[in-house]
């Protein structure tokens, strides 16, 4: 895994929580490269769908009544 510094941290963390804005903005206001915060950012992308659990094939109430 490679290690990010600061700023990359802090612009990859901007995107996620402000996904509505352009990597441009995102890239200039933490002084990082456009290109290389894209290319971390969907790195990322790639692992966590690579990660996310499937959905639960019952249906919600069938799983609420399993937990009560």
Known sequence: MKRLDQNM???L???YVT???KFC???AAH???REQLQEEWFDLE???RAFRPR????PA???MAAHA
């Open 19 to 21: 996904p509505d804005e």
């Open 55 to 58: 959905p639960a094939w019952t």
């Open 9 to 11: 941290l802090a612009a």
């Open 31 to 33: 002084g990082v490269d």
């Open 25 to 27: 903005a995102i890239a």
């Open 46 to 48: 790639k692992q966590r």
């Open 61 to 63: 109430p069938e799983r």
């Open 13 to 15: 963390l901007a995107c």
